[in-house]
């Protein structure tokens, strides 16, 4: 039982525009949301978090929302840039716990076209 | 600063063949953690160490995978015998200490690749 989901595996967004990208979670336990992103041969790589106090974080060009009625997160990016084109990947963990295993999604593969 | 560092990076054997991945995390990060990532999925957590004890095996298969952190800083995971669905990419991570701080932020390696004939 997938406990965070990514239902879209793709997507492809024009240079310049915005792209958002969508997570759902079961676990309402969950607290604490991060997105990574990952480039082939690569390992992931942290780009932004945000707690569940909060429903929105801002870092640059990277902004997540939280909306923990509906159990949904979203990573916008505004301007894509072809350097964004990556899989990005949802997690969810418990902030502060001792269990703070980190659930992944299985990813949405991000195409920036010319 | 230097980042995780992981050996082989790839590696391809036949099944029922042992084979042994290597970590060594960012200097001074207390937890260490193994993922294995099946194409098309996100990585899974397998073990989980803080220092050179165990927080977290619980998706570990004892049967036939372990790891051991012995002085509390590299790393090692063992699969033996390996089996066809153990194909994936193995990826280490270091944070620099969960207990204290909240949810520190997790630094991966590039990963091992594995593939089992």
């Known amino acids: 039982d997938q406990q965070v989901k990514q239902n879209s595996p793709s997507l492809s967004v024009q240079e310049g525009r915005i792209s958002i990208l969508n997570c759902d979670y079961t676990?309402?336990?969950?607290?604490?949301f991060l997105w990574y992103k990952k480039y082939p041969a690569e390992g992931p790589t942290f780009l932004i978090s945000i707690s569940s106090i909060k429903d929105k974080n801002e870092d640059g060009r990277f902004t997540v929302f939280l909306n923990k009625s509906a159990k949904h997160l979203s990573l916008h990016i505004v301007p894509s840039q072809p350097g964004d084109s990556a899989v990005y990947f949802c997690?969810?963990?418990?902030?502060?716990?001792?269990?703070?295993?980190?659930?992944f999604g299985k990813g949405t593969r991000l195409h920036i076209l010319p | 600063e230097a980042g995780v560092a992981q050996s082989p990076r790839y590696k391809i054997i036949e099944k029922r063949q042992s084979v042994a991945f290597w970590c060594n995390p960012i200097?001074?990060?207390?937890?260490l953690y193994w993922y294995q990532q099946i194409l098309g999925q996100g990585p899974k957590l397998l073990i989980q160490f803080q220092n050179n004890g165990v927080v977290d095996d619980s998706q570990l298969p004892k049967d036939r995978f372990s790891a051991e952190r012995l002085k509390g800083v590299d790393s090692t995971l063992k699969i033996q015998p390996a089996k066809l669905e153990d194909s994936a990419v193995y990826l280490c991570a270091s944070s620099l200490d969960t207990r204290t701080r909240y949810q520190e932020t997790q630094y991966f390696g590039p990963g091992t690749r594995l593939l089992v004939l």
């Open positions: 997690a969810a963990t418990l902030e502060g716990g001792r269990d703070d295993k980190i659930i």
């Open positions: 676990n309402s336990m969950f607290d604490y």
């Open positions: 200097s001074g990060h207390a937890t």
